[in-house]
Structures are given as structure tokens and as C-alpha cells.
């Protein structure tokens, strides 16, 4: 069994989530902790940017801590940044008036950047070799619970995941032969298209 590492996470607090609800930087961050350290020119270049909208978005991702410069990889001329952490943990339930609307801003720009993500891979997929294939999904599992069983479920299947990612190399360091990112986006939700009135569907 892979030795389990301490996975360094973020939970922002609402300053952070405003300057975070944003898709450019959201596809920033995630690269800087999936593909390693950059510069504002490479960033620039993978998304179709300019490079002094990029480093806007470089440095406010600086000032609210998700990112660092790393100057032992820089020069004169170009500045390296790399990720602090490599997730992002928030939580809405609690919050109320402005700092709910603030939650639900940037839960909806991360709804954009994976609905961004998905339509990406599930393009890729023909390319992808059997092997692949046959580790991905798309699948959607509706079952009646109460709250309480929701939330216990889902946190069995979020432990899961954070206990495959302790076993895992850091993000952004050179994968090993046959290993790539895989991506599982943990969505669980009432269903919106229940009944009104149906039993189980109410508080």
C-alpha cells in the first residue's frame, strides 16, 4: 500500500472565493497544480491570452495565497509561479445573504469550468486507448435518502477520494510510465426534477 502524504489544501475565505470566481483563473490555478510551475507568457500562450491579463490574474491569485512565486526558476526577464496548494476546499451550507451570494458565484463558476472539462475529455475520448476508456464514466446514480444518509455518503465517497489522492505523487510533479491526471468531479445534489410534494423531497 503507497505511503499516505499530507495533501495541502486551501479553504478561502470569502475575499479569496471572489477573486477565485472567475473561469480564466480557475483554468490558471488548475494548471499550475496539475502541469507544475509557469510563467504569465507559456500561461498566456496554452489559453489564448494576452500576457498582461494573465498576470493580472497571476498576481491576484498571489494575493489571496493560492499561488507563490518561484524564483529559483526565473530569470531577468520572466517570473515563475507555482501553486501553494493542490485543492481548493469551501463550504456554502452555512452562509448567509452576501457571503452565500459569493459561494454560489464561484460554485458557479466551477460548475462553467468543469462543464468545460467534461465536454473537453468526452471529445478526447475516441483518441484515448482502451485501457483508458475503460477508467472512465459517465454516470449518475439517483437514490432516495434522508439529509442525514445523504451527507454520510457523500462524505464516505469524498474520504475515497481524498484517501487515493494522500496515496498519490504530488500534483504537478513528472508523472511515472503509464499514470496520468484523472479527474473525478463529485456532484450530489436533491434532484431538481422531483415531485413537488413527494415524500422525502421536502426539508
Avoid: C
Amino acid at each position: 500500500m503507497a505511503k499516505r502524504r499530507d495533501v495541502p489544501r486551501i479553504i478561502p475565505g470569502i475575499p479569496a472565493l471572489k477573486a477565485l470566481a472567475h473561469a480564466d483563473r480557475l483554468r490558471i490555478l488548475a494548471s499550475l497544480r496539475i502541469s507544475g510551475p509557469s510563467t504569465a507568457t507559456e500561461l498566456a500562450r496554452r489559453f489564448g491570452h494576452n500576457s498582461g491579463a494573465t498576470s493580472y490574474h497571476l498576481r491576484q491569485l498571489a494575493t489571496h495565497g493560492f499561488i507563490e512565486p518561484a524564483p529559483e526558476l526565473g530569470n531577468a526577464r520572466e517570473r515563475w509561479w507555482r501553486a501553494v496548494h493542490e485543492s481548493t476546499v469551501y463550504e456554502t451550507a452555512e452562509l448567509k445573504g452576501s457571503d452565500l451570494e459569493a459561494g454560489l458565484a464561484f460554485s458557479q463558476a466551477v460548475l462553467s469550468a468543469h462543464a468545460h472539462m467534461m465536454q473537453r475529455a468526452q471529445e478526447a475520448y475516441r483518441d484515448l486507448p482502451v485501457p483508458w476508456r475503460k477508467a472512465s464514466t459517465n454516470s449518475d446514480f439517483i437514490i432516495p435518502l434522508t439529509a442525514a444518509a445523504a451527507e454520510a455518503l457523500t462524505q464516505r465517497i469524498f474520504d475515497l477520494l481524498m484517501e487515493a489522492q494522500a496515496a498519490s505523487p504530488p500534483s504537478g510533479t513528472a508523472l511515472t510510465p503509464g499514470t496520468m491526471p484523472m479527474a473525478y468531479v463529485l456532484y450530489a445534489f436533491p434532484y431538481p426534477e422531483a415531485e413537488p410534494g413527494v415524500e422525502g423531497a421536502q426539508p
